[in-house]
């Protein structure tokens, strides 16, 4: 069973220089990587001032970049046949560019970076997967222009590149993301998921470490499109406003559940019930965790799939499909993972059954019409790093 390999940071680096050098005429100052991410449980909490658990993934995107002299900004891609063109003055909310560019050129904005630059960027975070290939997309940006400045990569600097990159996806992309994606792009430790708590106008994180050995966690690309402009996400971030303001409390993160089976709109009350009760999970997989109980720890995830498929409705047929075969062929707990629509699962699989559970997820695929799924392993990796 072919798993999407993450590749070689190091190797890909050096090709990437060189095909920097062809397209450009110019060596490149620095390469700098940033990783996706899988998110292990707390959905849609991030930006209800809640928490997350997050692990980055060892699939990563590279962006190979040199500063210029003049404003002219030109950026490539090794997956777009067409480059583009443009200056400093276009990188603004509004300005007319090629969608995958506004990520990048959000960034270069976010940062006020004054001096123009060529940049081209590879990944191998799959596009659409709800594995955040726009956040690692972002921070291996910000981390490149950074360095190129001769900056050091510290903490301060790391949670200041977070925020730019949060810029650039909500100001200049449009999607309303909460935070978590270009946080643990940034502050992710190699072997630890990341604890991040959105209660605070600056996040706290905290390694939580994940067991070694004996465990796989597989991430399943269901390549049903994922996309976080197309009003889905924004209309439960609504609906989750709602609820908090009918609450009187400042976010979710303070409301009770009792007070929320009371709301009188069925809607929001179910939305804002997910919020509150994967809230409670997520406190609860990091003491299962800490007690070496994965079992407790994959019941709640089965937990947090059904509370998404249900209250919240943002699982699909596929998603469904992708938990339930995992379910059934050896995993102790699966979900869906990301902000919904389409995307990927995440399961807590024994890893000598891994092999089996995808392909049992892929046999189930089949069986009901579906286009083949891409699977992964999900390995804690750190984040984003100059190479």
Known sequence: MPFLSPGDAARSASLLRTAFAQRFGLEADVVARAPGRVNLIGEHTDYNGGLVLPLALPHATLAVLRLREDDVVRCASTDVDEPWSGRLDDLAPGGERPGWVGYAAGVAWALGTPRGFDLLVDSTVPSGAGLSSSAALECAVGTALLAATGAPLDDPARRSLARAAIRAETEVVGAPTGGMDQTVAMLAE?????????????????????????????????????????????????????????????????????????????????RARHVVTEIARVEDAVAALAAGDLDAFGALMDASHASMRDDFEISCAELDAAVDAARGTGAIGARMTGGGFGGSSVALVPAERAEGVAAAIDARFAADGFAPPQHLRAVASAGAQVL
């Open 190 to 270: 190699a072997g630890s998921a990341l604890l991040v708590d959105f209660e605070a106008d600056e996040p706290s994180a905290t390694s939580v470490p994940l067991p070694a050995d004996g465990w796989v966690w597989l991430v399943t690309d269901t390549r049903v499109s994922h996309a976080l402009v197309d009003g889905g996400y924004a209309a439960r971030r609504a609906d989750c406003e709602a609820a908090a303001a009918a609450l009187d409390v400042p976010s979710l993160r303070r409301a009770e559940i009792d007070a929320v089976e009371a709301l009188p709109d069925e809607r929001v009350r179910r």
